[in-house]
């Protein structure tokens, strides 16, 4: 049962989410990591951690991600290595690409996977539908070869020394037909940092309407937190992106994290679920978020939020 | 121009869940449908780049007659036409080849797809579509911005963290577009009704191709430990979430 994990690296640095694919691989058996950059040597190192087999390097024309250059490299890889699993990060530059290649070889294809495991040869995926209410295993039947999209933060980061011999592998580049060309910074703000808050008071589309936000803002002052918000409100126009918590926004870990109509979804709960104790208040007892706090109300979040203003 | 706009009548899971006798998805009594939040997003995207540069929007879907509800919302927001694939799949593989003989026939100059669909979460049909089409693409847009005459488009993508990757794509090209790109208009009760009178225009498609997987069993999740619920009236909740920040921040 080979392996082939593609790395992922921005501005230089390998990602998290690389290691994290390495912790998923290596239990299901020797791990080869692909390297796909313009100078791949320098990264080398940051991928050679335990349980890695292999590390192969393609050179491509480009320093940051571009699809082209990774569907034709993690093809010939494939078609070349023949892994049992590839696998890549449910992340946003995999999503331009992964399903693309997989398609084209007619691999097995299943994406933001959280789950793995071998039954005798077959390689079973867990993943979640509706609203991660349910979940779901699904298997390939037919499919020599699979290629997995993990959900990020989901396994521990591999770490410890490597013994990884290095290779490098030829690809024949066509001309990139989307090609980068550069890196934008999100709008800085004056904005407080909610990164640096010890109380986060988050909302979410359970508010309902924006003059709701009012109220939330005047309780969270009044419990001395900081307010953040879920994507929705952010996509509305309600909340400025400076207080978004999630996969898109600020990952924040504060002491106490407090929410009110927020459902969950994964991308949101990726980017506050290491936080100290996390309370939730929402009028949906399967709520998402429930999987992920320490103390739950299935409650009206308006006769809360009345009641507990009263109590600072 | 011409762009094609793929949307998806997405299901939605309520309070309380029952599965299908075979155990591999949740039995429909349980389930309510809703047009894909991304979907409104691409629509009202390729609405403003007509209504700027002239031509038509094209709505294309995915499934069964009850999914014309979702082309209908788009129609009444200002779409010219919508064409629905007869299919059962669901799978992104599946979906993309439906869709692909007939968004290939309209010979788009661009085509929109939402990031991903609210119930399946897999960002993954639209980037299928485009290499079934054999076109460029870019996922998870937040900036469009067309230069008709050179036939390329300069998008933005969110990357995780908000970082922006700024990319140039050659057109025709398949983009998924992320919500919060614009402000989805609302359809007036007048364009909602004249929506009700137009003709979807339905194709069937022929598929013998692998599915990208197989469900083999659907179940709720264990909750783990989970959250320790607290009981109540609001003040008694109000009460207990007081002591649990106070003794927390000291």
């Given at each position: ?5 593609v790395?992922?690296?921005?501005r230089?640095?390998v990602?998290d989410?690389t290691?994290?694919l390495?912790t998923a691989g290596?239990e299901?058996?020797?791990?080869t990591?692909?390297?796909i950059?313009?100078?791949?040597a ?5 991928v050679?951690v335990?349980g890695?087999a ?17 569907q034709?490299?993690?093809?010939a890889?494939?078609t070349?290595r023949?892994?049992?699993v ?6 946003v ?5 992964g399903p693309?290649?997989a398609?084209?070889?007619g691999?097995?294809?299943?994406s933001?996977?959280h789950?793995?495991a071998?039954e005798g ?12 209410k349910?979940s779901a295993?699904?298997d ?6 699979v290629?997995?999209l ?8 591999a770490?410890?020394?490597?013994g ?7 690809v024949?580049?066509?001309p ?5 060309l550069e890196?934008?910074?999100p709008?800085?703000?004056?904005d407080v940092d909610?990164?640096q808050?010890?109380?986060l008071?988050?909302?979410?589309r359970?508010i309902?309407?924006?003059e709701?936000?009012?109220?939330f803002?005047?309780?969270?002052e009044?419990?001395?937190a ?5 994507r ?9 992106a400076?207080?978004?918590v999630?996969q898109?926004?600020?990952t924040?870990?504060?002491?106490v994290?407090l929410a009110?109509g927020?459902s969950?979804a ?11 104790t ?18 739950g ?10 009641e507990?203003?009263k109590l600072? | 121009?011409r762009?094609?706009?793929?949307i998806?009548?997405v299901?939605?899971?309520g309070?309380?869940?029952?599965f ?10 349980y389930l309510d449908?809703?047009l894909?939040?991304w979907?409104?997003?691409a629509t ?9 540069l002239?031509?038509?929007?094209v709505l ?32 992104p593989f599946?979906?993309?080849?439906a869709?692909a ?5 309209e010979?788009?100059d ?16 639209g980037?299928?579509?485009a ?12 900036r469009v ?8 488009v300069v998008?933005?993508?969110?990357l995780e963290?908000?970082l922006?990757?700024?990319?140039e794509?050659?057109t ?6 992320q919500?919060?790109i614009n402000e989805p208009?609302?359809?007036n009760?007048r364009?909602?009704k004249?929506?009700?009178?137009v003709?979807v225009?339905?194709?069937s498609a022929?598929d ?7 469900v ?11 959250a ?6 609001p ?14 921040l000291?």
């Amino acid at each position: 049962m080979s392996v082939l994990v593609v790395a992922e690296h921005i501005r230089g640095q390998v990602r998290d989410v690389t290691r994290e694919l390495i912790t998923a691989g290596r239990e299901l058996g020797p791990v080869t990591v692909a390297v796909i950059a313009r100078d791949p040597a320098p990264l080398v190192d940051a991928v050679n951690v335990e349980g890695v087999a292999e590390i192969v390097t393609v050179q491509v024309a480009t320093d940051e991600f571009e699809n082209d250059a990774y569907q034709s490299a993690v093809e010939a890889l494939i078609t070349d290595r023949r892994p049992r699993v590839t696998l890549l990060g449910f992340t946003v530059n995999s999503m331009g690409y992964g399903p693309a290649a997989a398609a084209k070889l007619g691999l097995g294809f299943a994406s933001d996977v959280h789950g793995v495991a071998l039954e005798g040869d077959a390689v079973v995926a867990t993943r979640s539908f509706y609203g991660s209410k349910v979940s779901a295993e699904l298997d390939f039947p037919g499919a020599e070869s699979v290629m997995l999209l993990l959900r990020p933060t989901t396994w521990v980061p591999a770490e410890g020394p490597g013994g990884a011999s290095v290779s490098s592998f030829e690809v024949t580049a066509s001309p990139s037909r989307a090609r980068h060309l550069e890196l934008v910074e999100p709008a800085t703000s004056t904005d407080v940092d909610i990164t640096q808050a010890g109380f986060l008071l988050s909302i979410g589309r359970g508010i309902g309407e924006k003059e709701n936000v009012e109220m939330f803002r005047e309780l969270a002052e009044k419990m001395g937190a900081t307010l953040s918000v879920s994507r929705p409100l952010v996509d509305a126009g309600w909340m400025p992106a400076s207080r978004q918590v999630g996969q898109s926004g600020k990952t924040v870990k504060p002491t106490v994290y407090l929410a009110f109509g927020i459902s969950g979804a994964v991308q949101h709960l990726a980017g506050m679920k290491t936080s100290g104790t996390i309370i939730a208040v929402n009028t949906d007892p399967e709520a998402a978020i429930f999987n992920v706090a320490h103390y739950g109300a299935r409650a009206d979040l308006f006769d809360v939020a009345e009641e507990l203003e009263k109590l600072f | 121009m011409r762009i094609v706009v793929c949307i998806k009548q997405v299901l939605v899971l309520g309070d309380e869940v029952e599965f299908q006798d075979d155990g591999l998805d949740v039995d429909p009594d349980y389930l309510d449908s809703a047009l894909n939040e991304w979907d409104s997003f691409a629509t009202e995207e390729a609405l403003q780049l007509r209504e700027r540069l002239g031509g038509e929007v094209v709505l294309v879907t995915c499934g069964a007659r009850e999914s014309e509800a979702a082309l209908r919302r788009c129609l009444a927001m200002g779409a010219d036409r919508a064409i629905r694939v007869e299919a059962t799949g669901r799978d992104p593989f599946t979906v993309a080849r439906a869709l692909a003989e007939v968004v290939r026939a309209e010979s788009p100059d661009l085509v929109f797809c939402g990031v991903q669909s609210s119930d399946a979460v897999q960002a993954a049909t639209g980037t299928v579509l485009a290499e079934l089409l054999g076109l460029p693409r870019a996922a998870v847009v937040t900036r469009v911005g067309y230069d008709e005459d050179a036939r390329k488009v300069v998008v933005d993508r969110e990357l995780e963290g908000g970082l922006l990757d700024r990319v140039e794509v050659d057109t025709p090209a398949v983009l998924t577009i992320q919500t919060g790109i614009n402000e989805p208009r609302y359809a007036n009760l007048r364009a909602i009704k004249q929506a009700e009178q137009v003709e979807v225009d339905v194709r069937s498609a022929a598929d013998d191709g692998m599915p990208a997987y197989r469900v083999r069993r659907m179940f709720v999740p264990e909750r783990g430990e989970g959250a320790e619920m607290i009981d109540g009236s609001p003040a008694e909740i109000a009460g207990r979430i007081a002591a649990i920040v106070k003794e927390r921040l000291g």
